[in-house]
């Protein structure tokens, strides 16, 4: 079956510095992968999504991420984190039916000053 | 921008008592989703909709029934509110198109005592 895994439950980074949050994925054919965020107390907002064309994929906010076939690896990645970017972070992958997302169980980011 | 709403935020219910939680979306989208979020869960699908009547279970539905009577709303419903359903509750749409984006209402943060 489909699973998405984020391995870091939380994670902190001072502000400034560089970020990567990791995905890994089991699926049988070329999958779609999505990244979405959470403020807190809010809905999902979608960062990016890869389609199987480019594996480097860029996305709203600076983010973006990088698909590797051979890791199962979708991660995302920012140059210089911002204390805005505080939040929690999914990723997401088609279940086995093609017809909804499953999501890892998020990473939580937490921005030192 | 697609729109979907989450009429209630925040509901305080009794147990044994019927909740329906309603959501609309205003893009004409065929699929219709419900998901509950639980911290270190991450976000788990209850039932899913692709047209109006047609329903399909997801991975928790126990507990909860579903109601799609026009396209563009999605009903979740607890016959029976109990306390371990205390929860944030989010509803998403999108297209049929594979792999397409799924996009995300605010929430319902549901307590149950």
């Known amino acids: 079956a489909q699973s998405v895994t984020q391995p870091d439950i939380h994670i902190t980074v001072s502000e400034g510095a560089s970020l990567e949050l990791r995905c890994n994925y089991s699926?049988?054919?070329?999958?779609?992968l999505f990244w979405y965020v959470q403020s807190p107390g809010q809905g999902l907002q979608l960062l990016l999504k890869?389609?199987?064309?480019?594996?480097l994929v860029q996305g709203i906010k600076g983010f973006e991420a990088e698909f590797k076939r051979s890791q199962s690896s979708f991660n995302l990645r920012k140059p210089s984190v911002h204390w805005s970017d505080a939040a929690e972070y999914f990723c997401?992958?088609?279940?086995?039916?093609?017809?909804?997302?499953?999501f890892g169980k998020g990473t939580t980011l937490s921005v030192s000053s | 921008d697609v729109k979907v709403t989450q009429s209630s935020r925040y509901l305080v219910k009794r147990t044994g008592e019927k909740v329906f939680l309603e959501c609309v979306q205003d893009?004409?989208?065929?699929?219709m989703f419900w998901y509950r979020q639980d911290p270190g869960l991450g976000l788990r699908l209850i039932y899913f909709s692709y047209d109006v009547k047609m329903k399909e279970k997801g991975d928790i539905p126990e507990g909860y029934s579903v109601s799609r009577e026009k396209k563009e709303r999605f009903s979740l419903i607890l016959e029976s509110a109990s306390t371990n359903q205390t929860s944030m509750y989010l509803c998403?749409?999108?297209?049929?198109?594979?792999?397409?984006?799924?996009?995300f209402g605010e929430g319902s943060w549901l307590t149950v005592v």
């Open positions: 699926y049988g054919a070329t999958p779609y």
């Open positions: 997401a992958a088609p279940n086995q039916a093609g017809t909804a997302l499953i």
């Open positions: 998403a749409s999108s297209t049929i198109i594979a792999g397409n984006t799924i996009y």
């Open positions: 893009m004409d989208h065929e699929n």
């Open positions: 890869y389609f199987s064309v480019d594996t």
